[in-house]
């Protein structure tokens, strides 16, 4: 993955170039913003989804990202082909429009849409079940110290339905938010898919207790 990295020039913008599919991303952060800064699990993520095309072809499916920050990852699965629907918080929406604006257009069959979503308020006014299904939840980097883990385990809990797959990948820092793994059990089946100790990283997919066969989830990937 470091070879996908390439250092912003000087210029009158700040800016970081990654390559992904052989495109070029330019990412600005935001420093000023939580939110609005690239985290490593993100890489991990979106690595994973241009060299596992083959098991998780995101192309003309609907994907909606949680927590998307600068949009790398929303990005990359609409240059894949995915429907996306990328989502953060109103603060963060500004530089996310502009990274997803800036790096798809006329470079992707669909138009990702980015619209805010606070976890835990208001999710079945804004996808509603009967016209938002989802085929897979993306998710990098959002389990950490924050005060919303309640509400973003039950925005997971609504968006899965019975044929959704969540890709999550999740860097290990301290306790609460490791026992929102074991707690995230509980509702989920849970696969883990990369370990990267160097970077205290797991990649997981996940999807609803008692819902799937496994001939369904290969059927699915």
Known sequence: ?????????????????????????????????????????????????????DKFNLAEKNVIEL????????????ILGAKVTSTDLPDVLGNLQYNVTRNTKSRCKYTPLVTELIWGQEVSQRFPRATHRFDYILAADVVYAHSYLNELMDTFDYLCQDHTQILWAMRFRLDPENSFVDRFQQRFHLEELYDLPSLSIKLYRAWRRDQWTGDQREAAA
């Open 1 to 53: 993955m470091s070879r996908r990295f390439h250092p912003s020039v000087i210029g009158p913008e700040t800016w970081e170039g990654y390559v992904f599919s052989d495109l070029e991303i330019r990412i600005k952060e935001s420093t000023d913003l939580y939110g609005a800064v690239l985290w490593p699990s993100a890489m991990v993520l979106c690595h994973f989804l241009e060299t596992n095309q």
């Open 67 to 78: 927590g998307a920050g600068t949009g790398l990852v929303t990005i990359v699965g609409s």
